[in-house]
Each structure stands twice: as C-alpha cells, then as structure tokens.
C-alpha cells in the first residue's frame, strides 16, 4: 500500500499502488469537483504534489504535469494521475459557496390563483380536510385552513432557489438558494446523465439533491415558524435531466439518439416517494417536459409570462448552464436548447470560471500602458 497525505485536510490514507489520485481524493470523503467527471478535457481538478524530489517515481500519469518545481511541487490533473509511491497532496483552497449571487426574483404578472391543494373545515366534527384536487388526503384536528403551504424550486443544473409560498394568499413567504451539490461530480448536463447511468450513479445523484432540497426546506421552515407538517406540496421545475434525476428515473435515454424522455407529462408523486420531507402525505409535483433538452422550467416560463396567448412576436430566453430559447409568435410556439455552460460558466474548458470571487471582471489598459484588472471581491485573479 503507499502512504498519501491530503493537505490542508492532514488526512493520512492508504491507497493501492496504481490508484487515480482524484479516486482517492474523493474516498477520504472530500468535496473534491471534477466538472468534466474524470475526462482530462476541463483541467478543473489540479492539485500539487509536494515532495517532487521523488518524482517520476511516485506517480504515473495520462498528461505529463502542468509544471514542475522543486520549491512549489508538482501540478497535476488529478483524475489524469495514477499514484504508485508515498506522495503528498495539496489541494486547492475551497470556492466558498457564499461568494456566488443567485438570482432568486424578478418581475411577476397577477395571476388568478387556483390552487391544486385547498383546505375544508367542518364545524361538526372541528376538523378540517386536506384536498389535492378531488383526492382526499388528510384529515387534521381543528380548523387549521389558515395554515397551508407549499414550496416552489427551481432546479437548475447549477444553482437551486426554493421558495415557501403561502397558498391561501399566493404569496411567496421566504426563498433560499444554494449551489446544486451534484457540481462536483459533474458541471454540464451531459456528463450527469452519463454519471446516472452508472451502476449507483443516479442513486449518488439523487440522495445529494434530495439531502440539500431537504435542508434548504428545513431552513425556510425554521427561519419563519411554519410546521413541515403544514407544507402540503413541492413543484419542482428544471431541465429535463434535473426533473429524472430528482424523481430518481434513469435519464440514460436523454443521452443518445433519439433522445427520448421517460417524463413527459404533468406527474404527481407521493413526497415521501421522492425523498422530500414535508407533510408526510404531501405530494410532488413535475410540471410537463417539451424535450429531452427543454424541460419543465421553460414549460413554467411559458406559463409565468403568458407567452402562448400573446399576439406579439417574443422571444423568450433562458441563459442558464443548459440555454434555452423560445419564439413566440400569436399562439406559435418553437423551442430549441443548447449548453451554454461552456460560454457563460467556463464549463468544460481550461480557462475561466464562474463569476465568484476571483474572477476577472474587466480588463483595460490605461493610459501609461499598464494592464488593470478588475476582479471580482477585489482579490487575486483566479480565472
Ligand atoms: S476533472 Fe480532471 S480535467 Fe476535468
């Protein structure tokens, strides 16, 4: 067995000789991200190796090393690099997820509200019932009719917003949003729907979506005194490998031709089914899908912005890590996506990043020459 130490963890693990080095990074446990999952196209996933005096013996390699020195050590792909010796591992500091601004509102037309989940009181038995549609589906003690939720998410290849809305009134009570945590084992939507295509892979996918959406309601519950028990339903919105993915269905179809969907239509689920913790009778609901590449959040934005029943030419556009854009022309409706990670986010490529701290804002020259650089947090440049 060799020895490696992963710092600034000070973890010590064994590993067999010859095993990929972002293998190992990640089975002590660490939040390492592999944006392109591991094929050596991205160049996301350097590490430095320290004690470069025995190198090449320790290590053997697909790439040959970003670059070498005997002060700093070794830089690395760690999913390109085998180790076969005792070698030290340095790796980059954490992106604090705090540095990134999600935009979680915008402009809302009035719609009449309808509600799929309504309340009704009984003064005989002071009790009062729970409907989704016609279907009964539970009876509380009391008049609790004042008191009925549900939470709304978008969940996007990147980011999750999820917001508690009070569905008496139709108004948004709180939202919360966070990185989605499938990121670190794969940036674009592609290479998700290749990871859940392997044995455990949606299973690994699904827990860590349900486990942080689970969180973030935790949060929105806490933060303004409402039970979980009074949210009866979630909507869930995203691309239509966010909405497999999420409902635990193989998207392994969506990943070659003909690029079929196994959710298409609007879906309702038992909450429990899923994984999501709200009122244990509570229900999902997965809005209709267009495509294998225009999913249900475009199908929402269609609805929000009343884009099928307007007379004027409109074009719609999502400019998210998967793009979508829809031409609206009086009741005309066609949509087309592309994967606009790459341009935007630096998905996939070796140079760029997101737009967190550290990334290069603007570049200009001044008048003596100089080169100034605006980054943003006001720190060293990182991408
Ligand atoms: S994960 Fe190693 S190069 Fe992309």
Redesign the pocket.
Known sequence: MTNITILPHNLKINARPGEKL?NIIRSAGISFE????????????VVILQNANNYPENIHQNRLPLSISQKKGIKV????TFVTDDVTVELPAEEGKETLTIIDSGICRSIPLKPHIYKTYDNKTNSTSVFAGSELLIVEETNTTNEIYGVVIDIGTTTLVVSLCDISNGKTVAKVSSLNPQSIYAHDVLSRISIASEEDGLAKLHKLLIDELNHLIEILSKENTISIDRIYEVVLSGNTCMLHLVSKTNPSALGHYPFTNVIEGLHRLPAKQVGLRINPDGIVCLPPTISAFVGADITSGILATDLHNRKECILFIDIGTNGEMVLANNGYVVATSTAAGPAFECMNITSGMRAQTGALERVSINRHGDLVLKVIGDTEPKG
């Open positions: 972002s592999m944006p392109c999952n591991g094929n050596g196209t991205c160049g996301k996933c792909l760690a999913c390109q």
